[in-house]
Nanobody, 127 residues
Framework: QVQLVESGGGLVQTGDSLRLSCASS????????MGWFRRTPGKEREFVAA????????MYSDSAKGRFTISRDNAKNMVYLEMNSLKTDDTAVYYC????????????????????WGQGTQVTVSA
């Protein structure tokens, strides 16, 4: 099992930047894939980005591509989500999740694939 703790959320304005952090501990190994999802009231968790623990391969949703960057620091067991050019539509609770897999594929975008989750961090983008 992997324990995850997100931080870095807050209230920002349209166009601002924000960096989310996810501290991980527990059974992290070379086949771990870390993902960021977000959820708004009444909706399921939406895939944002993912990165493989080994190799650092990345995958993004269409809405995140070009604006967000996911990265990991293996030495610190940290995963980050750098968010730029934020829009009001980015307002959500952001969750860090962990799953197992050597490749990034369609399953990576499905929240049910992930076995561990953090508690979430609120991001609010005002107009």
């Amino acid at each position: 099992q992997v324990q995850l703790v997100e931080s870095g959320g807050g209230l920002v304005q349209t166009g601002d930047s924000l960096r989310l952090s996810c501290a991980s501990s527990g059974r992290i190994h070379v086949t771990t894939v870390m993902g960021w999802f977000r959820r708004t009231p009444g909706k399921e968790r939406e895939f944002v980005a993912a990165v493989t623990w080994s190799g650092g391969n990345t995958m993004y949703s269409d809405s995140a591509k070009g604006r967000f960057t996911i990265s990991r620091d293996n030495a610190k067991n940290m995963v980050y989500l750098e968010m730029n050019s934020l829009k009001t539509d980015d307002t959500a609770v952001y969750y860090c999740g962990a799953t197992t897999g050597r490749l990034l594929n369609i399953a990576t975008k499905m929240w049910r694939t992930y076995h561990s989750w953090g508690q979430g961090t609120q991001v609010t983008v005002s107009a």
